[in-house]
């Protein structure tokens, strides 16, 4: 089956920084490979996502990458702001599987 | 408004005493999918179902069962629960393992 690696498990960045968060995968069928924060006390939200026909893709301050051949996609918050801090969960799933694979998470903390 | 419901929010039981925790859906989706969240483990699937009637162990299934006889409805069940079933439950649906997930709020559970 899939397996989904994400680094780093947490994150430190000052107010205005940019954040990139990295996940590799294992199969290369996975075509799907969304991104969801989960905030404290509160089910993981979806706030992007990217298919493998596709190399990037942005929405505000929110880009996500795809490296196929590398097997591995990237979260990148630019201008980060304290509401920001939350975890962040990657995922993977390949044509045909019935299941979506879930990094471990990464806590990011953004410090006024 | 477009949600997945999950009932209790909080439960505290005890050890082999069967217990219900439920999960509905308002937006006519095919496939729902229970998690558990564990710290340091990330999120786990336990059961996922493709549409009524048809449901599949995911990767921790072992002292839980499902059921879907509703679209909407996706109910888990521990029939005897231990100890280390105490964890925090997501339900989660989506139109197809595809397409962005929509989380419940999380239940946590506590089995003494």
């Known amino acids: 089956g899939e397996n989904v690696e994400q680094h780093p498990s947490t994150l430190s960045v000052q107010e205005g920084d940019s954040a990139v968060i990295k996940c590799t995968y294992s199969?290369?069928?996975?075509?799907?490979f969304p991104w969801y924060k989960q905030e404290l006390g509160k089910g993981p939200q979806l706030i992007i996502d990217?298919?493998?026909?596709?190399g990037e893709k942005k929405d505000q301050r929110i880009a996500v990458t795809l490296n196929k051949t590398a097997k591995h996609f990237s979260l990148h918050i630019t201008e980060t702001q304290p509401e920001d801090s939350a975890v962040y969960f990657c995922a993977a799933t390949p044509q045909g599987y019935s299941t979506l694979t879930f990094g471990k998470g990464t806590m990011l903390l953004v410090s006024p | 408004e477009a949600q997945v419901t999950q009932n209790p929010r909080y439960l505290i039981t005890v050890t082999g005493k069967k217990l219900t925790v439920t999960c509905s859906q308002n937006?006519?989706?095919?496939?729902m999918s229970w998690y558990r969240q564990d710290p340091g483990l990330g999120l786990r699937q336990i059961y996922y179902?493709?549409?009524?009637?048809?449901?599949d162990k995911g990767d921790v299934p072992e002292g839980y069962k499902v059921s879907r006889k509703e679209k909407r409805n996706f109910p888990l069940i521990l029939e005897s629960p231990s100890p280390n079933q105490t964890s925090l439950y997501f339900c989660?649906?989506?139109?197809?393992?595809?397409?962005?997930?929509?989380f419940g709020s999380g239940t946590r559970l506590t089995v003494v």
């Open positions: 937006m006519n989706h095919e496939y």
């Open positions: 990217i298919r493998s026909n596709v």
């Open positions: 179902s493709m549409n009524v009637e048809v449901t």
């Open positions: 989660a649906s989506s139109r197809t393992v595809n397409y962005g997930y929509t």
């Open positions: 199969d290369s069928a996975s075509n799907y």
